[in-house]
Every structure is written in structure tokens, then in C-alpha cells.
């Protein structure tokens, strides 16, 4: 069996996105029975569904859960003493909470939460089938901390996660939210609409595409200067107000960026997303499995996914607190069994 090679986002050398020449899956549009939420995501490229988790397990599990990961480090970080809410007290993370290591994405808890049933309901509508394969992508534990100690100042990074040489919508990305998230707190934040000019913008713009080119690997950064061609079409930021249990999805293409909690509420999310399985290929389907048994992170897209950075330095543990129990959903969703 031919070595299994897994593309790296710290070195990935593509002249194009990864599974740039393959079609990207349709949405499952035009039913009578379209539910509210998937008209708008169509027309403002986000869309919050409640309940889908239930609050109780969301507060009782969920939260207590992500807790016990991050005080499992030992590294001096205590849940109820904000005097510890310290970076030197928390794993390596980026932007005040993201989690890409440590096998985060294979906690037991973060498998618990992409295969509940109401999160896979929603996908499989999304997408018109049941056949589905699951992102490895992190999570988001934020505590607050001193804005010094966060990137860039605990300031707005606001980014798309594609590429610009993948104009067309090819992925869409989800969260379940953990805790009570208001308007003050950390969160999801998008540029409502921008997805949908996303192909337009780079149509208009390519005299600005640098010698070096855009990236190619999914993922654009935006600066205000940039965003101004938004902002003219009338595109506004909008930080949804969620409660615990319900779920937000956004086109991969909108503009967006996580806040960082500017008061002493947490911010707790698992990033989940689903593609239809029959945009995964051989090739990929024994890159997932790999990933999946080394207890790597990758990018957001399930199918055209590259292993974020440092899965193999010192820094990172990989199953540091054991391998998940994934239940039948769950490994057909990798691959290891067939729907």
C-alpha cells in the first residue's frame, strides 16, 4: 500500500486549492418545505438555527466538558478562579482561544458533539443527502484574558476561508454554541452578505492579485482598506446573539472573525462542518483515516482538507487524554465504515 502523504498548512506548496479541479457540492434548494433558516443563509451567507443542542446538555455537558480539557493540562488554569485566566496557565492556542492542537478535534467530547443528531439533521438538509463526512477542524475555548496576551491586541481579524481561486461556494462551516453569548461577549462575527459578492469582488479585483499571487491554500485575509468595496454594496457586521445549544453555519466564503470576549463571560464552540461524501475521494478518504488515527487537526473542509500546522513538533500531544469512542455515525462520517 502506497505511502498516505497529508499536505501541510505550514508548507502547502499547491499551485491551486486543494481539489481546485473537482466540482463543489450543491445545496438542496427548491423544496416546498424549505425551512426558513436555509433562505437565509442563501440571502445573508449566515444563518442561526436554535436548539440544536439542548441548553441543559449544552451548559451541563458541553461546558463542564471543555473545562475538564483545558484544566487537564495541569498547567495552573482553574475554571472558577479568573486570578489563573492566564495565558502561561492554558495550552499553545492563537487569537485568545482557538485550539488546533493536542488532538482537540478528537476530544471525546467534540465526537460527542458532531454526531448529534439534530447537527447532522440539519447538514444532511443543507445538502439533500445522508451520506456525510466530517471536518477535523478545532474549537474555540475562550477565557478571557488581558488583551495583550491575545493577537493583535484582542482586535478584528476578519478573514474568509477560502481562496481567492476558489470563488465559488464550496464549503459551509458550523459551530454549536456552548455558553450564553451576548453582544458583548466573544463570538462569531460575520460580514452579513459578503459571500455572496465574494466571486464578484475578485472578478473586479484580479489587478490587484500581487506577483507572488494570493494563496492558494482556503483562506483570505481582509484589511478595512478591502473591505470598503463591501461596505459600499451595503454589507454591515453582525455578531449573532446565540444561547447555548443553538447552532450558527456560515458560507466559507463570509466574511468573518471570532471576537474575543471583552468581558469576563466565556466563549465556548466545536467547529463541525459536513460535505457529502461522495465529493470525498479515495485518495482523501485514506488521508481523513490517517489524520484521523494520529489524532491530527486539519483545515475546516472535510473533503479538501490539508493537517494544520505543528501536528508533529514537540509542543503538541497527540490523545492527551485518550482516543474517542466514535459511534456508528461517526465513523462513517470518517470513512473506516460504509454508509
Known amino acids: 500500500m502506497p505511502q498516505v502523504v497529508l499536505p501541510n498548512q505550514s508548507n502547502y506548496k499547491g499551485e491551486k486549492p486543494v481539489g481546485a479541479d473537482r466540482p463543489s457540492p450543491q445545496l438542496a ?89 439534530k447537527i447532522v439533521e440539519l447538514f444532511e438538509s443543507l445538502w439533500g443527502t445522508k451520506e456525510l463526512t466530517v471536518s477535523f477542524d478545532g474549537g474555540s475555548l475562550a477565557v478571557p484574558l488581558p488583551f495583550d496576551q491575545v493577537q493583535m491586541n484582542a482586535e478584528p481579524w476578519p478573514h474568509s476561508d477560502q481562496s481567492a481561486y476558489r470563488p465559488q461556494r464550496h464549503c459551509v462551516q458550523g459551530l454549536p454554541n456552548i455558553l450564553p453569548n451576548g453582544p458583548d461577549d466573544g463570538g462569531l462575527t460575520v460580514l452579513k452578505g459578503s459571500a455572496n459578492l465574494f466571486e464578484q469582488y475578485f472578478k473586479e479585483k ?21 473591505l470598503k468595496w463591501f461596505y459600499d454594496r451595503g454589507c454591515e457586521w453582525v455578531k449573532p446573539v446565540m444561547e447555548p445549544g443553538h447552532f450558527v453555519i456560515w458560507d466559507s466564503r463570509q ?85
Not at 208 to 221: H, I, M, N, Q, V
Not at 266 to 287: N, S, V
Open 206 to 226: 484580479m489587478h490587484l492579485e500581487p506577483p507572488e499571487k494570493w494563496s492558494t491554500r482556503d483562506g483570505f485575509a481582509w484589511t478595512e482598506e478591502t
Open 29 to 117: 434548494l427548491g423544496k416546498e418545505d424549505e425551512p426558513q433558516w436555509l433562505k437565509d443563509f442563501q440571502r445573508d451567507g449566515y444563518a442561526v438555527v436554535k436548539d440544536v443542542v439542548s441548553r441543559e446538555k449544552a451548559l451541563n455537558y458541553y461546558a463542564p466538558a471543555g473545562e475538564d480539557w483545558l484544566e487537564g493540562f495541569k498547567l495552573g488554569y482553574n475554571r472558577d478562579d479568573p486570578s489563573t485566566w492566564d495565558v502561561k496557565n492554558l495550552p499553545r492556542h492563537i487569537f485568545g482561544g482557538l485550539y488546533g492542537q493536542y488532538s482537540f478535534s478528537h476530544a471525546q467530547f467534540v465526537w460527542d458533539a458532531k454526531t448529534e443528531p
Open 255 to 339: 466574511v468573518h472573525y471570532g471576537a474575543f470576549p471583552r468581558k469576563q463571560n466565556k466563549r465556548f464552540a466545536i467547529y463541525i462542518c459536513y460535505k457529502p461524501m461522495a465529493f470525498l475521494t479515495e485518495e482523501q478518504k485514506a488521508r481523513k483515516i490517517e489524520a484521523f488515527n494520529r489524532g491530527y487537526v486539519t483545515t475546516h473542509d472535510p473533503c479538501d482538507f490539508i493537517v494544520k500546522s505543528y501536528q508533529d513538533a514537540e509542543l503538541n500531544i497527540n490523545f492527551p487524554y485518550g482516543k474517542p469512542v466514535v459511534n456508528e455515525q461517526g465513523q462513517k462520517a470518517i470513512g473506516l465504515i460504509l454508509y
